[in-house]
């Protein structure tokens, strides 16, 4: 369980890592994680987060603070705590989870999907109707009717005549896919709470109120406006980093990359390295990790947020997360 109002102290064990300057496999190979003392995981899933306070604290020597004891609505559950919560088979659960009233409310923390404990507590499950299962917007196996392209535009039309717009709205009004009207409302509703942090300098749920959102409807979005807002202060490192690998002659432009959020409160670029000289296809970046070189131009993320280990043709460059462009080149020289 994530704690309410701590989700963004969680770490991996690749940030846990990164903090000790070492891979991941070479922190899973020395069990440094297992050592007595080191901090709990926050669920029991595949996939182990930590507390970075906890973590912090350990690193240095000092006592490791406990976790807040108290329930409370705004924690994150995973998979196997949310159908703990209900009493249920975790089976069950994964069913529940396709739901839209619960699929909008998910919340993606280190590659893990999470649920606030009052959307898990609270859910009914909706009666079926017919064939189409009750999720609305579209009928089952046909198409979107908005091409992707213009779907932003028509959302921000019914987000500025109703600010309190739900993803229900969008998909039976647009007759979309509940899943593809949730995230283009959250995008559109981020990027504007994001305008409006940074030009006022308010928080992200000051943000939300001046703009008529009701905050059970801005979860993600807030968090998602966050990382824009980053991904908007790390375009002009971005763009220096761009300039440099063109001046080394490995890109034909030095057109900076569009930062992307593949998990909501995180920041990613690519640049694609289209010489033939070039000592790799493409360059990813990730404010968690930094630099690593991909396999694939037309697809060098991979699958989601994930951040590979070295190896296969993945390579991680420099020290840190904003390296000099200088020293990302030097880096990426000295792999050719």
């Known amino acids: 369980m994530i704690c309410a109002g701590r989700r963004h102290l969680v770490r991996t064990l690749a940030d846990i890592a990164a903090q000790l300057g070492i891979a991941e496999q070479t922190l899973l190979n020395s069990g440094r994680h297992q050592a007595p003392g080191f901090p709990v995981p926050l669920g029991a899933g595949r996939t182990r987060l930590y507390d970075g306070e906890q973590v912090d604290a350990y690193l240095a020597g000092r006592p490791v603070p406990q976790l807040p004891a108290a329930d409370d609505d705004e924690d994150l559950l995973d998979r196997q705590e949310a159908a703990a919560l209900r009493g249920e088979p975790l089976s069950v659960w994964d069913r529940r989870r396709k739901d839209p009233a619960v699929r909008e409310h998910v919340v993606v923390v280190g590659g893990v999907e999470h649920w606030p404990r009052r959307i898990v507590r609270e859910y009914t499950p909706a009666p079926r109707r017919g064939t189409s299962g009750g999720a609305g917007g579209r009928p089952v196996g046909a198409g979107d009717q908005v091409p992707r392209d213009q779907l932003p535009a028509r959302v921000a039309q019914l987000l500025n005549d109703n600010p309190a717009l739900t993803a229900a709205d969008v998909a039976d009004g647009l007759g979309v896919h509940r899943n593809t009207a949730t995230a283009a409302l959250v995008q559109c509703r981020a990027e504007r709470m994001a305008d409006l942090m940074e030009q006022r300098g308010v928080t992200a749920a000051e943000a939300a109120a001046a703009l008529g959102y009701p905050a059970g409807q801005t ?99 420099a020290v840190g997360t904003t390296p000099a462009p200088a020293d990302v080149v030097k880096a990426l020289d000295s792999t050719g």
């Open 219 to 317: 979860r993600r979005a807030s968090v998602r406006a966050e990382a824009v807002l980053r991904g908007r202060r790390a375009r002009p490192y971005l763009a220096a980093v761009a300039k440099a690998l063109h001046a080394r002659g490995w890109r034909a432009t030095s057109t900076p990359p569009d930062v992307q959020h593949p998990e909501d409160d995180l920041c990613v670029a690519a640049l694609t390295l289209d010489a033939p000289q070039a000592p790799a296809l493409a360059l990813v970046w990730s404010e968690r990790h930094g630099w690593r070189t991909a396999t694939s131009r037309r697809h060098p993320f991979g699958r989601g947020a994930a951040w590979p280990p070295p190896g296969d043709g993945v390579r991680h460059l």
